[in-house]
């Protein structure tokens, strides 16, 4: 909206919008079935979800591509970001903010990804300013938006060099108005982020621990055959010992996964999030704790609901 210049009425907080309540209610899932935002309704009723939709409708003919070809280079960059960028980018960066469990394996297999990705962008940048045409498009706002967590946590400067036409192209970016004035100021890193145990564990949902049960009363024992009622007296107890184990089971922490896109979304099994604290609202599936780390593009993020 910052580039077509749409006006937008966002409903990002109470009383107007209380993720977890309001996208549950009849009358939103009337309208967007999945409960999921971002969700755009226009005045005339017209309701979408899903980012790149939202985004295309909001945008202008520079934005979407003057031309066949360029509307077609600017769907690939999209879906480019969707499918290549974010994936990897999730594995690496979810866990420095202590919201994924840290796998090794897979992060090192990240890395690998993001330097393909890198290496791509940097060769199609050498001789572009923008990745279509000479201005900015919705290829750059989504291309540049999947990787501002990249660079604001694990991008660090040994990282980058290699790639100086995308870093170029990025800083390009996100110093234009437009995206400064939803993403504010983007400092990249100087030293690459770190996965923190305290963090992820802190980050967790606290569950609530299982209650104690009273102690059965002790009967004294009763002459000669004080040995029998011991005996049952075990006998009963151990149907107890079961029954606790099975609470315990029942209340016990999740299962560690081993495949790291566990907590995310189906679809592609990421998405981006920004913080309260860094946009002001949130992003996440109805059913689960992980968030969406990175807003796609600043009319976007006007349209969260």
């Known amino acids: ?167 170029r192209w990025f800083q390009t970016c996100v110093n234009q108005p437009q995206f400064k004035t939803v993403l504010g100021e983007v400092k990249l890193c100087d030293k690459m982020a770190q996965f923190d145990p305290k963090k992820f564990s802190d980050m967790q949902p606290k569950k609530d621990a299982p209650p104690k049960k009273d102690a059965p009363p002790k009967k004294e024992k009763a002459g000669k055959e004080g040995g029998k009622p011991q005996e049952k007296k075990k006998k009963e107890a151990a149907p107890a010992e079961e029954e606790m184990d099975e609470c315990e089971a029942a209340l016990a922490s999740e299962p560690k996964t081993k495949d790291p896109f566990a907590h995310l979304p189906k679809r592609l099994r990421s998405r981006f999030i920004q913080t309260r604290e860094s946009f002001g609202c949130l992003l996440a599936n109805s059913n689960r704790p992980v968030m969406c780390l990175l807003l796609r593009s600043g009319f976007r993020l006007a349209t969260l609901p």
């Open 1 to 167: 909206a910052q580039y077509s210049g749409a006006r937008l009425k966002v409903a990002s907080s109470a009383p107007a919008f209380t993720f977890g309540q309001t996208n549950r209610t009849p009358a939103f899932l009337n309208n967007f079935p999945l409960g999921k935002v971002p969700a755009f309704q226009g005045d005339d009723g017209f309701c979408l979800f899903e980012s790149n939709a939202i985004a295309h409708y909001l945008s202008n003919e520079a934005l979407r591509g003057s031309s066949p070809q360029a509307q077609s280079q600017v769907l690939q960059w999209v879906s480019f970001a969707d499918a290549e960028i974010i994936p990897p980018a999730s594995t690496w960066v979810f866990p420095t903010l202590g919201i994924m469990q840290f796998n090794k394996q897979a992060t090192e297999q990240a890395k690998e990804e993001m330097k393909k990705v890198l290496s791509v962008l940097n060769h199609h940048l050498n001789t572009r300013t923008f990745l279509v045409g000479e201005r900015v498009s919705l290829a750059d706002i989504s291309v540049a938006c999947s990787m501002i967590w990249l660079y604001k946590q694990v991008l660090e400067p040994s990282f980058r060099q290699p790639f100086p036409n995308v870093t």
